[in-house]
T-cell receptor
Framework: GQQVMQIPQYQHVQEGEDFTTYCNSS?????IQWYKQRPGGHPVFLIQ?????EVKKQKRLTFQFGEAKKNSSLHITATQTTDVGTYFC???????????FGQGTTLQVKP | EADIYQTPRYLVIGTGKKITLECSQT?????MYWYQQDPGMELHLIHY???????EKGDLSSESTVSRIRTEHFPLTLESARPSHTSQYLC????????????FGEGSRLTVL
């Protein structure tokens, strides 16, 4: 069945360093969404990518959707302590229409 | 902020008790979902609904049941709680159609002793 793998599972960085999490699907996706969950909180929608090769930016966050629409990445430039949390990707299968979440990447930022 | 509410936020209960977790949204969304999440772990879809009188089981088998009698309300029930049910339960909703963002409630943290 459709699977969405996300790496790394955990990442510890020093404040000011960059951070990247990667999302890979076993099947082609019609779109990919990214969510952020703060410690003790609930997932909050960040962005959706739809087009092959699409790149979107939100301040220090850069989201990419692969050319084959099977992978995606989230890059944070110059991390801050407010970036702490778990970042989830979620892909909608082109054939199934089902939204599948990745396992999440938990980011810790040392001040 | 999304208009989706879950009660109770925290619940500690003894084994064998029946519990109902409430979820309500005021956005008129047709799709609603229940996810189960252990601390710091991935989200597991346990139930979803595409509208009134529609309920489906998700990817993770669950002993809980759900109902959708009204568009805005999607309660989850456990007839006999067990310690293995200890987890966080997140309710979410979205508009109909593909590629719609999910709005999550704040979650219900269940502890079964």
């Amino acid at each position: 069945g459709q699977q969405v793998m996300q790496i790394p599972q955990y990442q510890h960085v020093q404040e000011g360093e960059d951070f990247t999490t990667y999302c890979n699907s076993s099947t082609t996706l019609s779109n990919i969404q990214w969510y952020k969950q703060r410690p003790g909180g609930h997932p909050v929608f960040l962005i959706q990518l739809v087009k092959s090769g699409e790149v979107k930016k939100q301040k220090r966050l850069t989201f990419q959707f692969g050319e084959a629409k099977k992978n995606s990445s989230l890059h944070i430039t110059a991390t801050q302590t407010t970036d702490v949390g778990t970042y989830f990707c979620a892909g909608t299968g082109s054939n199934t229409g089902k939204l599948i979440f990745g396992q999440g990447t938990t980011l810790q930022v040392k001040p | 902020e999304a208009d989706i509410y879950q009660t109770p936020r925290y619940l500690v209960i003894g084994t064998g008790k029946k519990i109902t977790l409430e979820c309500s949204q005021t956005m008129g969304h047709d799709k609603m979902y229940w996810y189960q999440q252990d601390p710091g772990m991935e989200l597991h879809l346990i139930h979803y609904s595409y509208g009134v009188n529609s309920t489906e089981k998700g990817d993770l088998s669950s002993e809980s049941t759900v109902s959708r009698i009204r568009t805005e309300h999607f309660p989850l029930t456990l007839e006999s709680a067990r310690p293995s049910h200890t987890s966080q339960y997140l309710c979410a909703s979205s508009r109909m159609g593909g590629g719609r963002e999910l709005f999550f409630g704040e979650g219900s943290r269940l502890t079964v002793l």
